[in-house]
């Protein structure tokens, strides 16, 4: 069959290199004929980005793909505007420049109105890397489109040698083997990123997951007797100068478990040998970047890559990939291998799903990104009659499936500790967290990846909440491990370890125990666990590992009991961080509401992102609001019932079993411990403090109080409705504001704004030698109830706190929170709380605009002429302190030196520091511009 091929070929090597454009029928070689030459064409270095003097497109695009996508604040869309604008000419001009003549015209017109084939393509021909790095599929056609989106583009760098002449015999039975290499460190979120895609796969490939993923590992493994398809490198990549002299394109690899060190292409290629696989994908960020060198020995690491002489072609990322864009380009890129397409192809197929599913999550929403030219596809030459011939037809495998939530979205972490710290002897895990964390589905989905990804190993699992005693776990794992029912001595506890240890040790497995907390209820009516069994278990499980099985165990709250006997490593899981929150939550939408319509629905209700951020990243809880969102319930009516109390779970209610088993158990609300310190919590949000709380009892005057404050806990803890102490359950609060009314606790309300106040005042002068948990919700409950007992000062002074902590980094909050208490202050004549939050307001710089600056600065006058006589010398100060730097903003100098003489006309009677260094200041300032 013939395919046509466009070839751009460079000819020189100056700062404006030309180029020739041939046109080839294979695989007949004498059907090759130049159709252009374009004797001077600008690279992306020199071409400028519109209303941005000195920047450059090379440049603007890092920006736009590893900046812009993390941050796509409103004041920041029209750079990303100009920057796409710039990429659009240096693509319609290049274009233009290339293809001057008529028969390139026709040519090319031709080649894309042939039916879609995947032989059919465009090559760039250079051994200048710097060339090949330029963002070719951004071309722009007379007709307006990028070739990219119409023609596979494959980089030819004609420096690394002819490729050998090959046949190809693809078998469409035949797996697809793929050695993959995931290195990351522990803070990263996208451990999976590649490997959960894959091990989607199912039988299609057959995926080994390098572990530990280091150099030596590396070239240990492709030295053996197993053959792979394709090696992917899922890991971080550089492009620096650490020798000092010249960059270079490095992967980073793990050295020891933990740490990650650079690796240079020829560190890879003597790694990978003479076995290596004729296919190489990076992950890697940075791994197609190259910089300029007049004498041709710049190399990316995907062109130094293609040196190695095993090694056909190198698929490479020029800059970083975001999670969904590397979902929808894996997941269509091993598509189109399984389909025996060609890998140039694969590519292409890759980068048209990111073309058509252009969203990508940030942190509060979804933006739209031209990242599809982030892959690219790199191979070497082929000699006249070397073309890859395919024997095969292609195959009609479907598209592989897209991750679900199942694969446990945002907790790739885990994943990554559980992997590493599995490779060292004798360890047991437990992962600990809130009702509803995802601690069971996270083991259940470890397990399926262990699978997955080449471990052979067995399970057993064993749920404690199905457990009396220490008889019946020892009988649960026996029968897991027999082969025949006969075979367990069920009536012998020392003939049942013995058993089970014999059969781990010839057979090392996975033993998952879930709900390990049911051997440690703090309850008197708990199960038949004993401090002699929990003892036992504690040395089993330190007997177990010692076999070479690994031991995972997880549930609600630190248990101390299990490191006793056995090298117990904790892994505490909290609510997901606001990337891995706002991945779970458009991955929701996708997988269970698809329709646009009823998504923006959702998003348009009041308090929508309020309601989100306040569930804290609790998978069950926030899957639970969606699905309710989704059947148009609104989310201001959950946010305020949720913070405030007033929301009944039904108990006809299955879709939030965590929260139903608390419900329908009861006994942690009529606990006589949990009901002393409950009227307390009743006042918090999202932290509670442990010192804070005993200092309420104590004022309680009751009997014990830190005996009372350690049970409730520790019982609040074993419900799954505090984590580790110090963070409450999402809907905690409105549990207990359901059961304890905050209106029946007048005293309770008095002693912990007391408490509040004072820890407030503490922190602000240092007074404490420990971190004190104040959320700004519990800040926000004080300022509630100070109103409520008309405690002005009271509420002055934590709001104060309160917009202090907002001014940074959440202005909206402290508006809303000045404007309330604002409008509280002034429709009840209290004018001199009025005034000295307006001041404070402004001092923060909460607002902006110079127009609302003015208001009120206005507004403050207002306040100021009528309560005058009252005010104290440093409230004063502050005004004329603040209309002097408006009248210095504006260059009023006049204005300004007239409030900084009234200010020293009182100057002697000032008391705060602050006051008295920002006056000196604002004297300097004025002085410098007179």
């Known amino acids: 069959m013939t395919h046509t091929v466009i070839e751009i070929v460079q000819t020189n090597n100056d700062a404006e290199p030309s180029f020739e454009v041939w046109q080839c029928a294979y695989p007949l070689a004498e059907n090759r004929y130049r159709i252009a030459y374009a004797p001077a064409v600008p690279g992306p270095d020199h071409w400028p980005v519109p209303a941005d003097p000195g920047n450059y497109l090379s440049h603007a695009l890092k920006w736009y793909f590893e900046d812009y996508i993390l941050n796509p604040a409103p004041e920041r869309v029209q750079q990303s505007k100009n920057v796409l604008k710039a990429l659009y000419d240096w693509g319609k001009e290049v274009y233009r420049l290339l293809f001057n003549t008529e028969v390139a015209r026709k040519g090319y017109t031709a080649c894309t109105s042939l039916p879609l084939d995947h032989e059919t393509r465009i090559e760039i021909h250079s051994r200048n890397t710097k060339i090949l790095s330029w963002p070719w599929e951004a071309l722009i056609d007379p007709g307006g489109e990028h070739i990219g989106a119409l023609l596979s583009v494959e980089r030819i760098f004609t420096g690394a040698g002819p490729q050998e002449n090959v046949t190809q015999q693809p078998q469409q039975s035949k797996k697809l083997d793929v050695l993959l290499v995931t290195a990351r460190s522990r803070t990263d979120i996208d451990y999976r990123l590649i490997g959960r895609i894959l091990s989607n796969a199912g039988a299609a490939i057959r995926l080994t997951l390098l572990n530990p993923p280091t150099l030596n590992h590396l070239k240990e493994i492709l030295a053996g007797p197993e053959r792979f398809d394709v090696v992917h490198f899922d890991c971080h990549g550089i492009y620096e100068a650490l020798d000092g002299v010249s960059h270079a394109g490095y992967l980073l690899l793990e050295q020891d478990n933990t740490s990650l060190i650079p690796v240079s292409a020829d560190q890879l290629s003597d790694a990978l040998g003479p076995d290596c696989p004729a296919h190489i994908v990076m992950n890697a960020c940075r791994s197609a970047m190259s910089g300029y060198s007049p004498h041709n020995d710049a190399f990316s690491l995907a062109t130094k890559l293609l040196l190695h002489p095993g090694i056909t072609d190198v698929t490479a990322m020029a800059y970083n990939l975001s999670v969904e864009a590397a979902e929808h380009f894996v997941r269509n890129y091993y598509t189109g291998l399984l389909r025996h397409f060609r890998p140039g192809y694969a590519v292409r197929m890759g980068k048209m799903s990111m073309r058509q599913e252009p969203a990508r999550s940030f942190i509060g929403g979804t933006v739209n990104m031209m990242d599809w030219v982030i892959p690219v596809f790199y191979r070497k030459y082929s000699l006249p009659g070397g073309e890859v011939i395919r024997t095969a037809e292609p195959g009609n495998l479907e598209t592989l499936p897209m991750v679900t939530l199942d694969d446990c979205i945002g907790r790739d972490k885990f994943f990554y500790h559980l992997d590493r710290l599995s490779n060292l002897k004798q360890c047991a895990f437990f992962i600990f967290g809130l009702a509803g964390a995802g601690k069971t589905m996270l083991i259940k989905a470890y397990l399926t990846w262990r699978k997955d990804t080449g471990d052979q190993r067995g399970s057993s699992w064993i749920d404690f909440e199905k457990c009396q005693n220490l008889t019946d776990v020892l009988r649960t794992l026996a029968g897991s491990l027999a082969a025949e029912k006969d075979m367990v001595p069920y009536e012998n506890k020392k003939a049942l370890q013995s058993f089970i240890l014999t059969e781990l040790a010839i057979h090392p497995r996975w033993v998952m125990m879930d709900n390990i907390q049911e051997a440690n209820a703090p309850f008197s009516d708990a199960k038949g666990f004993r401090d002699t069994d929990r003892s036992a278990l504690s040395q089993l499980i330190g007997e177990i590992t010692a076999t070479g099985s690994v031991v995972i165990a ?303 600065l206005h507004q403050a006058m207002t306040c100021f002429n009528a309560s005058k006589g009252i005010l104290q010398a440093d409230q004063q100060g502050w005004y004329y302190i603040m209309l002097a730097d408006h009248d210095l903003k504006q260059h009023h100098f006049a204005g300004c030196k007239e409030k900084l003489a009234i200010i020293e006309s009182f100057r002697r009677t000032l008391k705060d520091k602050a006051l008295l260094k920002t006056y000196q200041e604002m004297k300097t300032a004025l002085s410098a511009r007179i």
């Open 554 to 856: 997880s549930g609600r709250g630190k248990q101390s009991w299990l490191h006793s006997h056995s090298r117990v490593i904790d892994l505490p899981m909290t609510g997901l961080n606001d990337i891995e929150r706002w991945q779970f939550i458009n991955k929701w939408w996708e997988s269970e509401y698809p329709d646009p319509a009823v998504r923006a629905a959702a998003e348009q209700s009041e308090n929508y992102k309020n309601l989100l951020f306040f569930l804290a990243g609790h998978p069950v809880m926030t899957a639970y609001v969606l699905g309710q969102l989704a059947k148009g319930k609104t989310a201001n009516d959950y946010y305020h019932q949720f913070r405030n109390g007033g929301f009944n779970f039904s108990a006809k209610d299955k879709s939030c079993p965590p929260i139903q088993r608390i419900m329908d158990s009861g006994r942690v609300f009529q606990d006589d411990d949990v009901r002393q310190l409950a009227p307390f919590l009743i006042f918090h949000q999202e932290l509670i403090d442990e010192f804070l709380l005993k200092e309420m009892l104590t004022l309680m005057n009751l009997p014990d109080p830190n005996e009372i404050a350690d049970a409730a806990l520790q019982k609040l803890e074993f419900a799954g409705l505090l984590f580790d102490r110090w963070c409450l359950h999402p809907v905690a609060g409105c549990l207990l504001r359901n059961e304890f009314n905050p209106d029946h606790y007048k005293e309770h309300a008095a002693i912990f704004l007391k408490v509040l106040f004072r820890a407030v005042d503490n922190f602000y002068e240092d007074r404490y030698d420990k971190t004190i948990n104040l959320s700004m919700g519990t800040i926000e409950t004080g300022i509630r109830q100070s109103l409520k007992l008309k405690r002005f000062d009271q509420t002055v002074f934590l709001a104060k706190y309160y917009i202090q902590f907002c001014s940074t980094n959440r202005k909206p909050a402290a508006k809303q929170k000045f404007l309330l208490l604002y409008d509280f202050f002034f429709s009840g004549g209290e004018l001199v709380h009025c005034f000295e939050l307006m001041v404070y307001a402004l001092r923060l710089h909460i607002w902006d605009d110079f127009n609302d600056i003015s208001y009120w």
